[in-house]
């Protein structure tokens, strides 16, 4: 097992450039997030989805779109980049979306937005 | 508003010596806590969960603490070792919800 995958683990983008950031499992978890990590801040929940064609908002969706077509994939867009989105993305699944779950982490995604 | 705090924000010990991390949540309502641990450069990786029932739970030379009445809970290492130097983060997922709260972490920085 790969487990949570992302792709890539570096970007760097100029101020209104889009991109997507790739997120994979195999675990056949029906639970995936989206995380961003700023310096002395918490991880913060970007988007979640708690299985195929079902996405929902968590604390900082603005500039971010998901969408969740097959259980292993779950993309994260970022529609016109900007400086505040400078950050670490994580992405995350879990067996299911119950709060009692293990969340396992992918390795980020380093982006810098110049 | 849900919160989870962490202390101290970073510890430096000596390998060998032991170490203990708070962490204060006022989640509502409580559902679990769960404690990570998060290699520079990496996802954190989960070491415990505590549930309302539990008042301590060990993984090794980690041993986690919850008391549901003063809403606290601690994680304990013993015998530190080089490779324990991390940060460790604190989570308590409001119960029913699918939108968990983390604290910021505390750096742990193990010296030989």
């Known amino acids: 097992n790969a487990g949570v995958t992302q792709t890539p683990k570096f970007q760097v983008l100029k101020t209104g450039q889009s991109m997507t950031l790739q997120c994979a499992q195999d675990m056949n978890h029906e639970y995936m997030s989206w995380y961003r990590q700023d310096p002395g801040m918490g991880l913060r929940l970007i988007h979640y989805s708690v299985g195929a064609g079902i996405t929902d908002q968590g604390e900082v969706p603005n500039g971010y779109n998901v969408s969740r077509s097959t259980t292993e994939d779950f993309p994260l867009r970022l529609l016109s980049a900007a400086p505040s989105q400078t950050s670490v993305y994580f992405c995350?699944?879990?067996?299911?979306?119950?709060?009692?779950?293990?969340?396992?982490f992918g390795p980020g995604t380093r982006l810098t937005v110049l | 508003k849900n919160q989870v705090e962490q202390s101290p924000q970073s510890l430096i010990i000596l390998e060998g010596k032991n170490c203990t991390l708070q962490c204060n949540y006022t989640v509502s309502p409580f559902s679990n806590l769960r404690w990570y641990k998060q290699d520079t450069g990496r996802g954190p990786v989960s070491l415990t969960i505590m549930t309302f029932s539990e008042n301590t739970k060990s993984n090794g030379r980690y041993t986690a603490t919850l008391d549901a009445d003063t809403k606290q809970s601690s994680l304990h290492i013993t015998a530190s070792q080089l490779s324990d130097s991390a940060s460790y983060i604190c989570?308590?997922?409001?119960?029913?919800?699918?939108?968990?709260?983390f604290g910021r972490g505390t750096s742990l920085i193990v010296h030989p």
């Open positions: 995350a699944s879990s067996q299911t979306g119950a709060e009692y779950n293990e969340q396992f």
């Open positions: 989570v308590a997922p409001q119960g029913g919800s699918y939108i968990p709260t």
